[in-house]
């Protein structure tokens, strides 16, 4: 059978938040146990931008991300390409751009799973772009949440936001705050999924012992939390260190004491959530990842079609 071609059609249509997540934890705990390879992502300029790359395996699967990065680009569809690492077989190609979507907010999933405080059951979301979207699937399918409360800077995607959530999980008491203060304060969740250069989250409206996920820009002068939050925090978590240190345009961990933990080690158990303490995990997207969800979507479309 020659490889696969998919688009982001199956990656609707055939992953589920809870699934998902579930092969993120499955490359979490390989990186645990020395059976994960990768590398923090690379990139090569051009006039216009750059094409990056990040190449990466885990249990048994290995191949690469490509993408083109730049400002204003109309499109931001994506490469992956998986092989089977025991046949050396090229399993197929998943174009577009949901794949990357849904692994980042399976990531977000797993760090809410190991990560939010006991019996959490409130969220605020700042951001209301797809990312905002996949993250609280994504922690939806691993906790019970009661509530959620929203803001982004233009009250019109605030309100579509709230309407699509309320068909897709109807469950959910959803609904649109006036500021983003409003959003955070007393949330036991808080995930910022913006592109703000400047802080959208900031530690003075933070729950003690909250979890709060930074998606956004998280540089030195570019970020999307101010230092209080970064100082706030009583653990500091990354889904890669390695990744964490390696961007361009510095961490807003630079020039602090914070050395981040790896979200690796929770899964596995070497590593416990401090109890009572205020948690910031800073998601970097493990190179790799989208390669593991990317065989996942590969076999079941597989098999459908067999």
Same mark, same amino acid.
């Given at each position: 059978?020659?490889?696969? &071609? ?5 990656? =609707?249509?055939?992953?589920?938040? %809870? ?20 590398? #923090? ?14 190449? *990466? *395996? ?8 490509? +993408? ?11 490469? =992956?390409?998986?092989?089977?690492? $025991? ?21 977000? *999933? ?5 990560? @939010?405080? #006991?019996?959490?059951? @409130?969220? /605020? ?37 709230? /309407? ?10 959803? +609904? ?5 203060? !409003? ?11 913006? !592109?703000?250069?400047?802080? /959208? ?19 030195? @002068? ?7 939050? &970064? ?6 978590? %990354? ?55 990317? $065989? ?8 459908? &079609?067999?």
């Amino acid at each position: 059978m020659p490889p696969l &071609v998919l688009t982001d059609e199956h990656v =609707n249509r055939y992953l589920t938040p %809870t699934e998902s997540v579930a092969v993120m934890e499955q490359v979490f705990l390989a990186r645990a146990n020395g059976h994960y390879s990768g590398m #923090p992502r690379w990139e090569l300029p051009f006039k216009q931008g750059a094409i990056r790359f990040t190449v *990466g *395996g885990a249990n048994g699967v290995v191949g690469f991300r490509a +993408y083109l990065r730049g400002r204003q680009m109309e499109h931001d569809d994506q490469l =992956n390409a998986v092989w089977d690492q $025991s046949t050396g077989q090229l399993k197929g190609l998943v174009i577009g751009a949901m794949l990357g979507v849904m692994r980042t907010g399976a990531i977000g *999933g797993v760090a809410a799973k190991y990560l @939010s405080p #006991p019996n959490a059951g @409130s969220l /605020a979301l700042i951001g209301t772009g797809r990312q905002a979207f996949a993250q609280l699937r994504a922690i939806t399918s691993v906790i019970p949440l009661k509530e959620v409360r929203v803001f982004s800077r233009t009250p019109a995607h605030r309100g579509a936001f709230c /309407a699509d959530v309320m068909k897709l999980l109807p469950h959910l008491n959803i +609904y649109a705050a006036e500021n983003a203060e !409003t959003a955070i304060s007393g949330a036991d969740i808080v995930v910022g999924a913006t !592109t703000s250069r400047e802080p /959208a989250i900031r530690g003075a409206w933070i729950k003690e012992g909250a979890l709060v996920t930074s998606l956004g820009p998280k540089g030195i @002068s570019d970020r999307e939390i101010d230092e209080d939050m &970064v100082n706030r925090a009583g653990f500091i978590i %990354t889904d890669s260190p390695e990744q964490e240190r390696s961007t361009d345009i510095g961490s807003v961990l630079d020039g602090t004491n914070h050395t981040p933990y790896d979200l690796a080690d929770l899964v596995s158990g070497r590593l416990k959530r401090p109890a009572g303490q205020t948690c910031l995990f800073l998601s970097v997207g493990l190179a790799g990842t989208e390669v593991a969800l990317a $065989s996942r979507l590969i076999d079941k479309v597989t098999k459908s &079609v067999s």
